[in-house]
């Protein structure tokens, strides 16, 4: 498994984290469920793993018979133990990332002493053939389903996700962390319900890659955003970047709330192709104009902390104050 941070770790990261204690812990139910042979076992394991029942094998929404037929079912794959081999081949022991969230969740507890880090276990799904989804993350659980994210090692596109290439690339070791920390950050990342702009939306994309960014500062912009380093040499590019910006003046966009014009914006999407600066303007402009702009509001208010900038709901005044201009 590679790591998703830079080079340079003390020049990147300037926190004293020594004093901040976080116990980190995965347990790996595959091996379990490979070897149910019988409903009566897979109901004992969903008995002994209640969050695993409820929250990912969606107990709660189907009969457990279902269930445990379905479970029952996965097990008796054959290629299951093939896919096994490719994660273990990927992730080892899985100390590579426990480092990484151990690093990341410091950050969280950092900023936020209150943070408690979730319960931690990780599954096969058969990419989501038999039951579950990629990633699953609340205040007390994390699960993750390790098949969807072995990336290059899965030598058969049956053994990966049924997604088109610009999201399918995210779907690899280096983007696990990132991804939990874009969903540990929306109890933190305050809004206005009643504001439904673009332009509130934006800021609040931005926040939550501030959000990553900040919790993990090693990692480069490649991994919080998910864009390529083309896209990212090109939306980064001064003359871009003013006709980005000149396009959501020029077609008056920032201030609409149509959640289909909202969406060309902030969508997944290939590339934005109403922006004209080629099919390398990438989707989810609307999230890096947005980040662009949290960060000229943070930089041109340093006395703000990154708490208050959070916890702030009115994202109309981060853009105002923030008098981006596309620099």
Not at 84 to 91: I, P
Not at 271 to 295: D, H, L, N
Request: hydrophobic share 35%.
């Amino acid at each position: 498994m590679s790591s998703c941070t830079s080079s340079g770790d003390a020049a990147c990261d300037k926190l004293d984290l020594s004093k901040v204690e976080v116990n980190v812990t995965i347990e790996d139910l595959t091996p379990a469920l490979l070897a149910l042979k019988t409903p009566t076992q897979a109901k004992d394991l969903l008995k002994k793993n209640p969050f695993f029942a409820q929250r990912f094998a969606q107990v709660s929404k189907m009969p457990e018979d279902t269930v445990a037929s379905v479970l029952v079912k996965f097990a008796q794959v054959p290629h299951m133990d093939t896919l096994y081999s490719f994660v273990k081949e990927v992730f080892g022991d899985y100390s590579q990332l426990k480092q990484e969230l151990t690093n990341a969740f410091k950050h969280v507890k950092y900023y936020y002493p209150s943070f408690k880090v979730p319960k931690i276990q990780v599954a096969m799904t058969g990419v989501g053939s038999f039951f579950g989804r990629d990633l699953y993350v609340s205040e007390d659980v994390i699960f993750l389903s390790l098949d969807y994210f072995i990336g290059n090692k899965a030598k058969f596109k049956n053994y990966r996700p049924r997604q088109p290439g610009y999201i399918l690339k995210r779907y690899a070791p280096e983007y696990i962390v990132p991804s939990i920390m874009q969903f540990i950050s929306v109890p933190y990342n305050k809004i206005d319900p009643k504001d439904r702009s673009l332009v509130a939306e934006m800021v609040t994309y931005g926040k939550t890659w501030q959000f990553v960014k900040t919790m993990m500062p090693c990692a480069p912009d490649s991994l919080v955003t998910g864009y390529t380093a083309r896209q990212l040499a090109n939306v980064t590019d001064s003359d871009n970047k003013k006709v980005i910006w000149g396009h959501f003046l020029e077609k008056q966009v920032l201030f609409v709330n149509t959640p289909y014009k909202k969406k060309a914006y902030t969508g997944e999407r290939p590339y934005t192709a109403e922006i004209g600066v080629g099919k390398e303007c990438p989707g989810r402009i609307g999230w890096w104009v947005g980040w662009q702009i949290v960060r000229k509001y943070m930089k041109k208010f340093p006395k703000k902390t990154f708490q208050e900038v959070m916890a702030d709901t009115d994202n109309r005044q981060i853009f105002n104050n923030a008098s981006y201009k596309g620099e």
